[in-house]
């Protein structure tokens, strides 16, 4: 199976995996139609189904339009509030697409219903893959907006982090960078975190991106599959593992981005009075 990374709006990944023999084709995260199409058309693949992991816009909004420019579409979800949806899966059901087998892992927290998808085939020396949407992020985990640091807890470390170590990690946003930036105030002394995030700087300047990572690699230096490790218990001033991953949330979530300088000559206008007509509108 090949996976096709495709990056969309602001900073979202959608993925179009490919069943080479059939040339059979899923997508993940089907979000921007137009350019999953244009991609559909340039691999010679035919769209099958659509594996949704969570029904925020950012991730489902598609699935309408693709459902109606490709008749026969099936989309997967463990979500009701995810449009277009045909088959509603629940966790450990397995689907299988020629000879790609994905197996639902079911992961609430950041949504009700959120659904990572764990791929492989078998027989194959490839590593599986796991599209993990907003539960698990390189360097990162999601916001709990629907759920609790409990939930959180048992995804990562019961449910996605027994996967094989192997495994491909494919997440739903590019925000290595300033995950890793948190994950260094964190662990300053973390030498994998400083190479990592000097090598996300990099694919950063070059508009590369940074997944897959390895879910080996996470636990060394994603912070919230560390919540047992000494220097994580003593950042956060927690024992519970628990409630290390929900103080770690909390900083996270007031962890602020570096201020941009703004633009000279945007500076310069509003110096001059030129915006003035503007702001005076009602």
């Known amino acids: 199976m090949k996976v096709k990374v495709i990056s969309v709006l602001e900073d979202n990944y959608m993925y179009l995996v490919i069943e080479e023999s059939t040339r059979d084709a899923i997508a993940v995260d089907a979000a921007v139609p137009k350019r999953l199409l244009e991609i559909v058309r340039k691999e010679e693949v035919v769209l099958r189904a659509i594996l949704t992991t969570h029904h925020h816009w950012d991730h489902a909004r598609g699935n309408e339009e693709l459902a109606r420019l490709c008749p026969g579409l099936r989309v997967y979800g463990a979500d ?38 764990f791929m492989w085939e078998d027989g194959s020396p490839d590593a599986p893959a796991l599209f993990s949407g907003d539960t698990l992020f390189v360097g990162g985990c999601g916001k709990f907006f629907e759920g609790t640091a409990e939930q959180m807890y048992i995804n990562l470390t019961q449910i996605l982090g027994a996967l094989p170590k192997e495994t491909k990690v494919f997440c739903g946003h590019e925000c290595t960078v300033r995950n890793l930036k948190f994950a260094l105030k964190v662990e300053p002394e973390n030498e994998i975190v400083k190479k990592k995030l000097a090598w996300a700087k990099q694919r950063d300047d070059e508009d590369l991106p940074t997944v897959p990572s390895t879910l080996q690699e996470e636990f060394l230096y994603n912070p919230f599959l560390r919540v047992t490790e000494e220097p994580l218990q003593r950042f956060t001033g927690k024992t519970d593992p628990v409630e290390v991953l929900r103080t770690l949330r909390t900083e996270k979530d007031n962890f602020k981005k570096p ?24």
């Not at 397995?94 to 994905?102: K, Y």
């Not at 201020?259 to 009075?273: C, S, T, V």
């Open 80 to 117: 009701e509030r995810i449009g277009a949806l045909t088959h509603k899966v629940t966790h450990e059901q397995e689907l299988t697409f020629g000879a790609i087998r994905v197996r639902c892992l079911f992961t609430p927290c950041h949504t009700s219903g959120h659904m990572c998808y």
């Open 259 to 282: 201020k941009e300088r703004p633009n000279p000559q945007a500076m310069l206008a509003f110096d001059w009075g030129l915006f003035s007509p503007f702001l005076e509108k009602k």
